[in-house]
Every structure is written in structure tokens, then in C-alpha cells.
């Protein structure tokens, strides 16, 4: 048995093909936008960030969807009422010698910052790890971890300014308050 078909059903069916690749390319163009405004949403700063550094929006979206299953994978915890009370005192205690020691404090920060987080459950890690673990819960934050880190760890090597030093204490205070809250972000986006 032998099929002919006529060039009405041959272009019939040219039209049909042509409309189901045309409806799919453009179901598939609205998930790329739909999924990279979440992306773009949920990261902020670190969306931009990560499009620099892999070159391209679907490159940056994929290492931010393997940085949540790299912290979903991990038990972060919130701080106890006794352990958050001591973190905040320990925080004032830092603050309190800005102002007669500006580089000490401002080092003291970096290591209080890394303390609450190991505290969290973040891993011991490199600073770029933690960072990207952190933009994960906290992507607002991270362009101010990010540079009070810069500043902190720039001290050994060249002067900082006193307003440097002010401005990084301003920008682990962010991070701070962030991290300690009793709450994670990602908690009340679920509860609301």
C-alpha cells in the first residue's frame, strides 16, 4: 500500500509542523524568561555576578541552581536564643573597639562573621565557597560580605583609609544582622 499525497495535504502538513515548532520555541522562550526573572529575583547582585563570571545566562543559571542543591545538601541550622545572645554580645564587644583599634576590629569582624556561620552550618570552606553557599539565603547582602572580606583581608598588605575601614564595619554589621536573625529568609518566603 502506497501513500500519495497531494500538495495541499504536503503543505497542510508544512503549515501544521511549522506551527507546533513555532508554539514550542515560543513555550520554551517563555521559560527561559520565566525561569531566569526567578533567577534574577531570588540572587539580585549575585545573578549579575555569576553572568560575568560564566559568560553567558544560562552558564550563570546553572551554577546558581547547583549552589541550592549544594546548600540544600547542607544542615543549616538556626542560632539558639543563648548562642544568638552571645554572637550579638560578642558583635558589640567588636563594634566597641572601632574606634581605638579601626583595623583590629574590622579583622575581628571577618572572624565573628565566620564563627556565626560555621555556627549556622555553613562548612568550613574558601571564601569564594562560602560566599556563593551564603548568596543562596542572602543574596542582598553578599556585594557587602564581599567587599568588608576585600577590606579585611586587603589590611596585611596596604593601608586602608579610616572611612574603608568604617564603611567595611558598616557592611559586616549587614551581614551580621542577617545572618543572626532567628528566622531564614527562605522560612518565611515558604510560611507566606
Known amino acids: 500500500m502506497q501513500f500519495q499525497f497531494t500538495n495541499t ?91 581605638d583599634h579601626p583595623k583590629a576590629a574590622v579583622t575581628e569582624a571577618d572572624d565573628l ?3 556565626l556561620l560555621e555556627a549556622r552550618g555553613y562548612p568550613h570552606a574558601s571564601f569564594e565557597q562560602r560566599a556563593a553557599d551564603i548568596s543562596v539565603n542572602y543574596p542582598r547582602v553578599m556585594e557587602n560580605y564581599r567587599l568588608a572580606h576585600a577590606t579585611a583581608v586587603r589590611l596585611g598588605k596596604v593601608e586602608a583609609t579610616t572611612e574603608e575601614l568604617r564603611t567595611a564595619m558598616i557592611q559586616y554589621r549587614a551581614i551580621f544582622d542577617e545572618l543572626a536573625q532567628p528566622n531564614k529568609p527562605a522560612e518565611q518566603k515558604s510560611a507566606a
Do not use: C, M
Open 113 to 115: 562573621i565566620n564563627a
Open 9 to 99: 495535504q504536503i503543505t497542510v502538513a508544512v503549515v501544521v509542523l511549522f506551527l507546533v515548532v513555532a508554539i514550542a520555541f515560543g513555550l520554551y522562550l517563555k521559560y527561559r524568561k520565566t525561569r531566569t526573572s526567578g533567577f534574577r529575583n531570588r540572587f539580585g547582585t549575585e545573578y549579575d555576578r555569576a553572568v560575568l563570571t560564566h559568560g553567558s545566562p544560562h552558564k550563570a543559571e546553572s551554577k546558581l541552581a547547583d549552589r541550592e542543591t549544594h546548600v540544600k545538601s547542607l544542615e543549616i541550622r538556626d542560632l539558639g536564643v543563648v548562642e544568638r545572645d552571645r554572637f550579638v554580645t560578642e558583635w558589640y564587644t567588636v563594634q566597641s573597639r572601632f574606634v
